[in-house]
């Protein structure tokens, strides 16, 4: 598919016309990550916006004591790095490619010069900003008012939803370490395998290597009690 082609199923370019679309994709670089590279840190400088062509990206925070806590997960055809790109600032998060991936790039002056242009393109950017935002405040929400069974059953339920292909089950096509899944429902490696191995012993999920296959989505859905 062409750039434009590309952009023209992003949300944040919702706005734009055919001329328009084409221009900005004549200003696109593009940059190759490996599996488990970091495209950026929590604090570091920012100026681009980056857009999927292929693989997943996972976006991550750390605490001051050093423990890293997953944030989201972006394919093909979605964008991240937006914040820093839109207001100059530091990185909010951090950035690592779950596997190959491959990105377009789009440096904040490109993209300043199109928003001041295109009153149709800002109000796509509050949608999407305004849906991250909902998504986050969930996110939250799960982590301070959850046990860690819910915690995990709504994280793989969301995966699945997202990245589920449906065989027996629903497989997960998403690579996961049980460091990463500790990461995305805030607590240790140990707690995270502990859960798993019983909700694979219940029955709810099938584990083998780093895939992932939901069983019993209801009895999942069960455990998210607020």
Do not use: C
Request: hydrophobic content about 40%.
């Amino acid at each position: 598919m062409s750039k434009a082609g590309i952009l023209r199923g992003i949300p944040l370019f919702v706005g734009l016309n055919d001329e328009e679309l084409h221009d900005l994709a004549e200003s696109l670089g593009r940059r190759v990550f490996g599996r488990g590279v970091v495209i950026f840190q929590d604090g570091s400088p920012g100026d681009t916006l980056y857009i999927i062509e292929s693989g997943k990206v996972r976006i991550f925070g750390v605490s001051e004591s050093g423990r890293e806590i997953s944030v989201n997960v972006y394919g093909p055809g979605e964008f991240f790095g937006e914040l820093s790109a839109l207001d100059g600032l530091p990185r909010s998060a951090g950035a690592v490619a779950v596997e190959d991936t491959v990105t377009f790039t789009l440096h904040r002056d490109n993209l300043m010069r199109r928003l001041e242009a295109s009153p149709r393109m800002a109000l796509s950017i509050i949608r999407v900003l305004s849906a991250r935002l909902r998504y986050t405040t969930r996110y939250a929400q799960s982590l301070a008012f959850l046990d860690a069974y819910g915690r995990m059953a709504a994280k793989l339920l969301e995966l699945a939803e997202r990245y589920g292909v449906q065989k027996d089950g629903i497989d997960i096509d998403l690579p996961l370490t049980q460091s990463e899944l500790a990461s995305w429902i805030g607590t240790s490696r140990e707690s995270a395998n502990k859960v798993l191995r019983d909700l694979q012993e219940r029955g709810l999920i099938g584990l083998k290597r780093k895939k992932i296959t939901i069983l019993d989505k209801r009895r999942l859905q069960e455990l998210i009690v607020y």
